[in-house]
């Protein structure tokens, strides 16, 4: 059996380093009741989030219905596999908990109303429904985050991972130096997943683990955290880094690029560094222009350059500052008031063809004079 | 059905009321007449009668029956030539009634890209036996050629100050009201010869108080010129980049005011602030820079942040 199994908790009070998370599930569950919120877990992999889930069923004999949304590519389909199993009573009477992993993988465009679907079967359950996601700030999340209990999962701590590799060594009888157990600890950032599995194949048909060991195993390829790549771009002065910071974030670039904009003005502080920074990025902005409307994807380079490389060498010198990075304004607000712009389009709509001119003309030649209100409302009868 | 937003109801319900622009009106008129009719083009500042005349033309020859004849399409809403492109073909599926073709009206046509004006050419030319087309634009420059040479370009000129004292009289009368003659020529000067602002102000003002001034106008006028922007390039100018940023913000993403709209209006305020004239001709050079930059196809909101960033740099 793989360690990551055998070892992963059987109870609640197991899980490891997550004590705040725990805390917040355990009263979630215990008030849970039909009709209440959902809990959604956040977090980086390997942090114990499915974890939490199945100590939560083993130790209260519950069957686990799981789901990994990644692998239902829409949430009609979710909906069904759902829906046949809470009509089912379970077979020895246990009580049930759905388990949906990976909510942010589900495809964002294929299901129009995605999150509604999902919100539906919340509303409706007659089991918990337990959620999980890797990126809090992602926005499909948004409109769920609504039907949820947050509770967000942080990294490992260091000295917590190493006492529970120890511990797995013990069991396993596996002689193991805490130099060699803090260099797994350290390149798992935090994953303890990671990290008992680097322990379990460094120990495959040995007694004893050596330093030279530690050569076999390979460099993960890291889902960085886009904060991580924003301070590389502000206070590196290399261009080259500034652009390689931004390969393993699983943003698109051209959301990457908002949350450069968002954060200069937090970091920057000379009015020609300011200048200079927004200057590339118009320039980025152009070759963004140029891709969509010439289809070419060969501009891509220039843009994501101009955007990492050219904002970091805008300073003259590193800010030795803490700049605390915001969440871009742009991708906050666009979302919160759709709703409100297209219920405002709709009137502008109706109203241009009562006043005989477009939508944008009646926000700059009316709209100045007569509010939205008075214009479509009762007061103005057209 | 009474209209109350007096644009509506004082718009002309025929050639004979369209203020000025005789020497269109004449050759429309003659249009009328022999029941044949070009494609058109209507060039012309806002607020001359290009789209007045469009639905007289079509009152005139229609009669009553003129709305099941008659199509009105904003370029500027469409999102996309084909959805112009399929409203047209929807309307034209359906036989004129009671006349031997139909009208298009086009709004705003320069709105449309050149791509888009390309497409729309084929449009045209598909559905000629059955609908006549008349585009409108601002700047005649701004439609391609091929398309010109399809049309009969019309052009409307600003009108004059009598213009305006003519219709704004109508609707004095029509409306009982008690206007100043000073607060009549105030109204002109800021209206610039464009009848449906100097409607909208007499309209607004209209409701401040019995009697109209000339103070009553310019208070309806300053309120209604667009104040986050003036804030917007003075706290820019104050070298509060962040200030700035968070008023356009508010504009673009809260409000939606369309980007090339609110440089529009940075650069007719340009000579509202209290800076050095050498500034501001160099603002309006900056200020041009990023209006081509959006019209290149690049995303306003931050080619507007990369403006006011220059700005800063004018403190």
């Keep these: 059996m793989i360690w990551t199994k055998k070892y992963s908790p059987k109870k609640v009070s197991e899980v490891v380093g997550q004590n705040k998370p725990v805390e917040q599930f355990t009263l979630w569950y215990q008030n849970w009741k039909p009709g209440k919120k959902a809990a959604l877990f956040t977090g980086p992999p390997g942090v114990g989030k499915t974890c939490l889930a199945e100590a939560l069923a083993t130790e209260n004999n519950l069957e686990v219905i799981e789901l990994n949304a990644s692998d239902y590519r829409t949430s009609l389909q979710i909906k069904e596999v759902i829906g046949q199993s809470m009509k089912q009573r379970s077979l020895f009477k246990r009580g049930k908990i759905f388990l949906i992993d990976e909510i942010d993988g589900i495809s964002g465009r294929e299901d129009r109303g995605g999150p509604g679907e999902i919100i539906k079967i919340i509303e409706e359950s007659k089991f918990p429904i337990i959620l999980t996601a890797n990126d809090k700030w992602n926005i499909k999340l948004s409109k769920l985050k609504t039907h949820c209990q947050l509770i967000d999962f942080g990294k490992i701590n260091f000295w917590g991972m190493i006492k529970r590799l120890e511990e797995i060594c013990q069991r396993e009888n596996v002689k193991c130096s805490k130099d060699i157990l803090k260099q797994l600890a350290k390149r798992s950032e935090g994953d303890l997943r990671s990290a008992i599995n680097d322990l379990d194949t460094l120990s495959k048909g040995k007694s004893e683990i050596l330093i030279k060991d530690m050569e076999s195993l390979g460099n993960r390829e890291?889902?960085?955290?886009?904060?991580?790549?924003?301070?590389?771009?502000?206070?590196?002065?290399?261009?080259?880094?500034?652009?390689?910071?931004?390969?393993?974030?699983?943003?698109?670039?051209?959301?990457?690029?908002?949350?450069?904009?968002?954060?200069?003005?937090?970091?920057?502080?000379?009015?020609?560094?300011?200048?200079?920074?927004?200057?590339?990025?118009?320039?980025?902005?152009?070759?963004?222009?140029?891709?969509?409307?010439?289809?070419?994807?060969?501009?891509?380079?220039?843009?994501?350059?101009?955007?990492?490389?050219?904002?970091?060498?805008?300073?003259?010198?590193?800010?030795?500052?803490?700049?605390?990075?915001?969440?871009?304004?742009?991708i906050k607000y666009f979302g919160m008031t759709k709703f409100k712009r297209a219920k405002e389009k709709q009137q502008l709509l109706k109203l241009s063809e009562e006043l005989h001119c477009s939508a944008r003309k009646i926000r700059t030649e009316f709209l100045p004079y007569f509010s939205l209100e008075k214009l479509s409302g009762n007061e103005f009868k057209i | 059905m009474e209209y109350q937003i007096w644009t509506e109801k004082y718009r002309p319900q025929s050639l004979n009321e369209i203020i000025n622009q005789k020497h269109v009106v004449?050759?429309?008129?003659?249009?009328?007449?022999?029941?044949?009719?070009?494609?058109?083009?209507?060039?012309?500042?806002?607020?001359?009668?290009?789209?007045?005349?469009?639905?007289?033309?079509?009152?005139?020859?229609?009669?009553?029956?003129?709305?099941?004849?008659?199509?009105?399409?904003?370029?500027?809403?469409?999102?996309?030539?084909?959805?112009?492109?399929?409203?047209?073909?929807?309307?034209?599926?359906?036989?004129?009634?009671?006349?031997?073709?139909?009208?298009?009206?086009?709004?705003?046509?320069?709105?449309?890209?050149?791509?888009?004006?390309?497409?729309?050419?084929?449009?045209?030319?598909?559905?000629?036996?059955?609908?006549?087309?008349?585009?409108?634009?601002?700047?005649?420059?701004?439609?391609?050629?091929?398309?010109?040479?399809?049309?009969?370009?019309?052009?409307?000129?600003?009108?004059?100050?009598?213009?305006?004292?003519?219709?704004?009289?109508?609707?004095?009368?029509?409306?009982?009201?008690?206007?100043?003659?000073?607060?009549?020529?105030?109204?002109?000067?800021?209206?610039?010869?464009?009848?449906?602002?100097?409607?909208?102000?007499?309209?607004?003002?209209?409701?401040?108080?019995?009697?109209?001034?000339?103070?009553?106008?310019?208070?309806?006028?300053?309120?209604?010129?667009?104040?986050?922007?003036?804030?917007?390039?003075?706290?820019?100018?104050?070298?509060?980049?962040?200030?700035?940023?968070?008023?356009?913000?508010?504009?673009?993403?809260?409000?939606?005011?369309?980007?090339?709209?609110?440089?529009?209006?940075?650069?007719?305020q340009i000579f509202d602030l209290n800076i050095p004239d050498e500034k501001k001709i160099q603002m309006i050079n900056q200020i041009g820079e990023y209006d081509f930059r959006i019209s290149e196809g690049g995303d306003p909101l931050i080619q507007l942040e990369a403006m006011l960033s220059q700005f800063i740099l004018n403190k």
């Design chain 1, 222 to 330: 890291r889902d960085e955290n886009v904060f991580d790549s924003l301070k590389i771009i502000f206070k590196t002065s290399s261009p080259v880094a500034a652009r390689m910071s931004i390969k393993n974030v699983s943003k698109p670039p051209d959301e990457i690029f908002w949350w450069i904009e968002q954060n200069i003005a937090n970091e920057y502080e000379k009015p020609e560094e300011i200048a200079k920074a927004y200057e590339m990025l118009s320039r980025a902005d152009i070759f963004r222009g140029r891709i969509s409307i010439m289809q070419d994807w060969t501009f891509l380079k220039y843009m994501i350059d101009l955007m990492t490389g050219g904002v970091a060498i805008s300073k003259k010198e590193m800010y030795k500052k803490f700049s605390k990075y915001e969440y871009p304004d742009r």
């Design chain 2, 26 to 268: 004449e050759r429309l008129k003659a249009f009328v007449e022999k029941k044949t009719v070009p494609h058109m083009l209507f060039a012309g500042p806002p607020g001359t009668g290009k789209t007045a005349s469009a639905i007289a033309i079509a009152k005139d020859l229609f009669g009553k029956n003129w709305h099941d004849n008659f199509q009105e399409t904003n370029a500027s809403d469409a999102r996309g030539i084909d959805v112009v492109r399929t409203r047209i073909k929807e309307f034209a599926r359906i036989k004129p009634f009671d006349t031997p073709f139909k009208i298009v009206f086009l709004d705003e046509s320069d709105a449309l890209t050149s791509p888009a004006q390309h497409a729309l050419r084929r449009t045209i030319e598909k559905h000629s036996t059955v609908c006549r087309f008349i585009l409108s634009c601002n700047y005649s420059s701004k439609i391609i050629s091929p398309l010109q040479s399809r049309c009969v370009v019309f052009r409307f000129t600003n009108l004059s100050k009598e213009d305006v004292f003519a219709y704004l009289d109508k609707i004095i009368k029509g409306e009982k009201l008690n206007v100043d003659k000073s607060a009549l020529e105030s109204i002109y000067e800021l209206s610039e010869g464009d009848l449906r602002k100097a409607t909208n102000i007499l309209q607004t003002a209209s409701s401040v108080g019995d009697k109209i001034t000339d103070d009553i106008i310019y208070e309806v006028a300053s309120q209604a010129k667009p104040k986050d922007v003036l804030e917007m390039m003075n706290f820019a100018l104050q070298g509060e980049f962040k200030a700035a940023r968070k008023k356009l913000h508010d504009m673009v993403i809260k409000q939606g005011l369309a980007g090339q709209d609110i440089i529009k209006a940075c650069h007719s």
